[in-house]
């Protein structure tokens, strides 16, 4: 279990012990008279006419650590705070919806956003003041939190009622911002797909991969595009108008070569644990080396994807072995004894066990001394391998702490080859050798006091999570990752499902929370289901996703200007209801949700589907005309409902070895604008004929299962050699 950080005054105890989220009970013994979001705080602050103090965070977030440490843990900071505000704690996980209105003033009024993330609120909720770290005193160019707090408080003696009515003003400008009209001009084209291709090409770095420099990120929201790109301008032939062939497929392989360029620089660089497995969160240098060190669960579930996608196209084993160690990290360190998936793991680490002092990386670097120790005559190869240095091998500007001096970040400074030249063995001996050092390394760090989990389980991250397992079971076969994805699915319909309610909730932590899911959790969930469908044929993943389409559709689908808003509008303590128009960290509900629709329309042979996909899309058309890269996402969902889409339907039972290859055949290809339905006489079939009269008619040929490939449920001759399949599958 991890190393808990230890309160300053464990003698002190607020009401956030009451608390489930490990966010908040980290704040349980701050002096600070800490509330949660509700109406008990709300209450306070209109009875007492305060403004309220709002504090968002997350458990695994170093910076909410430094803050708290430094102002939240001092008794003389907390009587300010207790004094003059009413203090409100939120954990931007479990209340994704509040964090998303408050950060979305933060940056109309500041320029930048980010967590812990500060505002100061009017009684009835109306932002007028916004920020995110304070340090305690001047410094870094920023005003201290306890002169900040003082201002404030004294500000609002002074003229609250003029404060109240600029939160007003603010708010009521926010919504319009939210509610402006789409503009007729904007249209959806596939002229969005060069726009978009030319924006993330301008910010690439053809030397490092990956887009714009210092701090970097994962973004695979943008790589999904690329490889949709490519498939589109040279996979299939598709043309873009008025561009030559030779234009457009230069493009398309140029795309390609931005997401493979990106994925093997991330996979060599220190951002990716070369011991342990899986990605930190980003890297602070262009050279993926040193890592922000916490994890992700979103990121460790598109990154698998990206790299299956890249594996599917290229039939490189690197990008296969790179999804394996991801999907393997997160079965071993980050899955409940139930099947869900934890939602992180903290950058931040005790030292030693026992002492209280800690830091970003602890658990993570080695000195070459402890590298020499572990490994003695195969230390060598390692440390040539790896990047490790006798001071250190973090570069210059990247460590403005100090934190990592004398430490080193491994990093895969020379290819397989590379090492063995150098060290005269072959490429077996030299991969053999780097393993063994790898797992020795492994079992000495697994000694070290280990950072904080966060083991939330929150629905949407556990919707990613179950896609690239039950991707990961198809591309690789692999059955192990079958039963992940299939586990964490009872999970989440056994916990955060109510089938009386039809309501899906947003987090579990040894019970299910009373927080309602929002537009990502169903999105994400429907489109793991739709994943886990294509992986077990299991035909109650397709009437679950189904089921779960309608709720959502019922909640947060807007039947005036289309999309999804993240909320439902139930909670009338959230000021705004929004809709996200940006694909980052976390892909737009509204960008999986339309896939998630076309889909579903291919599925059922349901035009109203088809339709609601094309109304959610041509709501985000302003976005994608003004900057068409911003939602990636969408873009896929678009090339998706500009392209003709097939269906491709095995005919034949599971447990056949010829049903099991002409599955096999489908899977070896990158195909992302298909469904795949299994016709083997039983229950699935059944459901697909209700809709489809198709569908009863395929069937085996001459007692061989076949294969039937479709464009609108109009198929080709049925095959049943998984050559011929091959053969169907490469014409454009």
Known sequence: ??????????????????????????????????????????????????????????????????????????????????????????????????????????????????????????????????????????????????????????????????????????????????????????KIDSQLFQTAYEQLSRGFDDKEGGFGTAPKFPRPVALNFLTRFYARTVGQAHRLPGQSDTASADHGKHALEMDLVTLRKMAAGGMHDHLGGGFHRYSVDRYWHVPHFEKMLYDQAQLASAYLDAFQITRDPQYADVARDILDYVARDMTSKNGGFFSAEDADSLFEHGKPEHGEGAFYVWTEKQVDAALGGDSSAFKFHYGVQPHGNTPEGSDPQDEFRGKNILIERHTIAETAKHFKKSEDEARQSLARSRERLLSIRNKRPRPHLDDKIIAAWNGLMISAYARSAQILDEPRYLERATRAAKFLRSNLYDEKSKLLFRNYRESRSNVEGFADDYAFVIQGALDLYEASFEIEWLKFAIELQETQDRLFFDEKAGGYFSTSGKDKSVVLRMKDDNDSAEPAASSIAAL???????????????????????????????????????????????????????????????????????????????????????????????????????????????????????????VTDPKALGNLLSVP
Request: aromatic share 10%; charged share 25%; with cysteine.
């Open 1 to 186: 279990m991890a190393a808990e950080i230890q309160p300053a005054n464990p003698a002190l105890t607020n009401r956030l012990a009451r608390e489930k989220s490990p966010y908040l009970l980290q704040h349980a013994h701050n002096p600070v008279d800490w509330y949660t979001w509700g109406e008990e705080a709300f209450a306070k602050a209109r009875r007492e006419n305060k403004p309220i103090f709002l504090s968002i965070g997350y458990s695994t977030c170093h910076w909410c650590h430094v803050m708290a440490h430094e102002s939240f843990e001092n008794e003389e900071t907390a009587a300010i705070m207790n004094r003059e505000f009413v203090n409100i704690k939120v954990d931007r996980e479990e209340r994704p919806d509040v964090d998303r209105v408050y950060m979305t003033f933060v940056q109309a009024t500041t320029g930048g956003g980010g967590w812990p993330m500060s505002v100061w609120l009017t009684p009835d909720l109306k932002p007028f003041v916004g920020g995110t770290y304070f340090p305690p005193v001047d410094r870094y160019g920023q005003p201290g939190f306890t002169k900040v707090l003082e201002r404030i408080a004294a500000a609002w003696k002074q003229g609250h009622e003029k404060i109240a009515g600029q939160g007003s003003k603010i708010v009521e400008a926010l919504r319009e911002s939210q509610n402006a009209q789409p503009e007729a001009a904007a």
């Open 596 to 718: 998630n629709l076309l889909r579903l329309a291919q599925f059922r042979d349901d035009k109203k589907l088809d339709e609601r996909a094309r109304k959610t899309i041509d709501a985000f058309a302003p976005t994608l005309s003004h900057f068409a890269s911003a939602m990636p996402q969408m873009l896929v969902a678009v090339d998706y409902s500009l392209s003709k889409p097939s269906q491709i339907i095995i005919a034949g039972k599971i447990d056949n070895d010829a049903t099991k290859a002409l599955l096999a055949e489908v899977r070896r290809h990158f195909l992302p604008k298909k469904i795949l339905i299994l016709a083997d006489g039983g229950e699935g079939q059944k459901f697909f004929s209700e809709k489809n009269e198709a569908i009863p008619a395929m069937s085996p040929i001459d007692g061989k299962s076949a294969a039937y490939v479709c464009e609108n449920f109009t198929c080709k001759a049925p």
